[in-house]
């Protein structure tokens, strides 16, 4: 029989996961900015821009909070700013009112970035279940975009044109979100004085990840890998619509995508093995798929890209599962954060190199440019990474685990 506190634990971060990216609005709020208010791509990249720079400069203060105070307040007030940000949205529409509300946003995703991944892994940890992490960590990152499926599945429904009504529905399922982030078990770590003043600033966190070039090898392949799936995520329903999808087939295509990426996340654990070059090696392919078939266009393309973002998804659960394996101080949410700032940091260029390649080549011509450059990342950090290894799950810094890891294999 499984362990009841790991059991409700486990249920409850999957379904605040789940909540958490089930936002109607996903699947065409790029389209919005401009059939709604007539931005041009320029305009729309602008606004991922600051979205991006806005999160990059939250990043690592709304770590330090989550470290030195609650991650479960910092979590619920996550899915709170991300409600008002599709508030603001519906209110006023336009650049500025969509600018307005990518800053609420940001803040709020820079709020979550950090503190979930940490308190996850040390709630698990304190209940001797830290073999599992990886498990519950990937299954609930599947659950996010099943998520995002039903919410894709419901968005088709009402129609692309409705946009009152899909933001309305994203703002209610966020508060719905924040309720089951409040539900969550509290918090077991305890700092002692010493650790609390460590976590008074930069100092321990930057301390840790000098003294540990695995450490830093990880949280620079974890920034790199997701800068590239998040920069590129927001041109997808716009690189469909230019590759000839009608717009009501791409939340179809959308869900399709999602749906691998879910089953693909829910049996992650089981490449956990994986060596780093390897994994590297997958973020070489993907580039070049989507690079290859760009120049075909039509079908080939959209399954170009599809296939890029499946395994960019994948590679980057995996990194991120080891990073987590690999820290040993008090300020995991802190160094939790950190790839994340460097991600933003990549990902601003990123975005700004695919509005700057645009004017030249509409969205193909973007693609291609950002695929060399993917391709190009792969390729060094698998020669980082070449005959290096990585930590297996249980480090020394963790408690000692208990038999209910055993019990919880069945969950």
Not at 165 to 172: D, P, R
Not at 250 to 255: D, E
Request: aromatic share 10%; charged share 10%.
């Amino acid at each position: 029989m499984n362990n009841p506190a790991i059991s409700r634990l486990t249920w409850l971060v999957y379904l605040q996961q789940f909540t958490s990216e089930c936002m109607p609005i996903y699947p065409f709020y790029a389209i919005m900015f401009v059939q709604r208010s007539g931005l041009s791509v320029a305009q729309v990249s602008a606004l991922f821009a600051i979205w991006i720079l806005v999160a990059l400069v939250s990043e690592i203060p709304t770590g330090l909070l989550a470290d030195r105070f609650s991650r479960r307040s910092v979590l619920v007030v996550s899915k709170l700013m991300q409600a008002a940000a599709f508030l603001t949205w519906w209110l006023y529409p336009g650049f500025t009112g969509y600018a307005v509300g990518f800053v609420l946003w940001g803040v709020g995703y820079a709020f979550n970035s950090g503190a979930f991944q940490a308190y996850v892994y040390e709630e698990m940890a304190a209940l001797g279940a830290i073999k599992q992490f990886t498990k519950v960590f990937s299954r609930s990152q599947s659950l996010a975009l099943v998520g995002m499926v039903v919410a894709y599945a419901g968005a088709s429904l009402v129609g692309s044109r409705n946009y009152a009504v899909l933001l309305i529905s994203s703002l209610v399922i966020s508060l719905l979100s924040a309720a089951v982030a409040a539900a969550f078990p509290a918090e077991t770590r305890r700092h002692t004085p010493s650790e609390a003043k460590k976590l008074a600033g930069l100092r321990s966190t930057l301390a840790e990840v000098a003294s540990s070039p695995l450490l830093q090898r990880l949280v620079i392949s974890v920034a790199i890998v997701v800068a590239i799936g998040s920069a590129l995520e927001e041109y997808v329903p716009l690189y469909y619509q230019t590759m000839g999808a009608v717009d009501r087939f791409i939340p179809g295509l959308l869900i399709i995508g999602l749906a691998l990426s879910a089953y693909l996340s829910w049996r992650v654990d089981k490449l956990e093995r994986l060596g780093a070059q390897w994994r590297a090696l997958l973020v070489v392919v993907a580039g070049a798929a989507v690079l290859v078939t760009s120049y075909a266009g039509g079908a080939l393309a959209i399954i170009g890209l599809f296939t890029f973002m499946r395994l960019i998804n994948v590679t980057k659960l995996l990194y991120e599962a080891s990073l987590q394996h690999s820290v040993a101080g008090p300020s995991r949410a802190t160094i939790s954060s950190l790839p994340t700032f460097i991600a933003e940091c990549l990902s601003l260029a990123l975005v700004a190199v695919y509005g700057w390649a645009s004017r030249f080549g509409g969205n193909v011509g973007s693609m291609r440019v950002i695929g060399g450059i993917v391709i190009g990342l792969g390729g060094v950090m698998a020669l980082v990474w070449l005959r290096r290894s990585l930590p297996q799950p249980g480090p020394a810094a963790a408690p000692v685990v208990s038999a209910t890891d055993e019990m919880h294999d069945k969950f």
